[in-house]
């Protein structure tokens, strides 16, 4: 069975000015995309990867813990390279 990456990538104080070229390049060419209600969305633009918010609010979660987690699990088996 063919295995995706996974990349954690971190939004930095939230300014995309101050995205590193890494962090830009990976989500270039990256399938898929998590993100949460903090990323501003400007980092997002002119990324092709489909999105999912898994954004959490005082009570009001778009997905449990455990759906979040397994996502993160299983994504890089269907979006193998």
């Given at each position: 069975?063919?295995r995706?990456?996974?990349?954690?990538?971190?939004?930095?104080?939230?300014?995309?000015?101050?995205?590193?070229?890494?962090?830009?390049?990976?989500?270039?060419q990256a399938?898929?995309?998590?993100?949460?209600?903090?990323?501003?969305?400007?980092?997002?633009e002119?990324?092709?990867?489909?999105?999912?918010?898994?954004?959490k609010?005082?009570?009001?979660?778009?997905?449990?813990?455990?759906?979040?987690?397994?996502?993160h699990?299983?994504?890089?088996?269907?979006?193998?390279?």
């Amino acid at each position: 069975m063919a295995r995706g990456k996974v990349y954690l990538v971190g939004a930095g104080p939230g300014d995309p000015e101050l995205m590193t070229l890494k962090a830009r390049r990976l989500l270039e060419q990256a399938d898929v995309v998590l993100f949460d209600r903090l990323l501003d969305p400007r980092m997002m633009e002119g990324i092709r990867a489909e999105k999912i918010d898994v954004g959490k609010n005082a009570g009001r979660h778009k997905l449990s813990q455990e759906a979040v987690s397994y996502t993160h699990l299983t994504l890089p088996t269907i979006y193998s390279v």
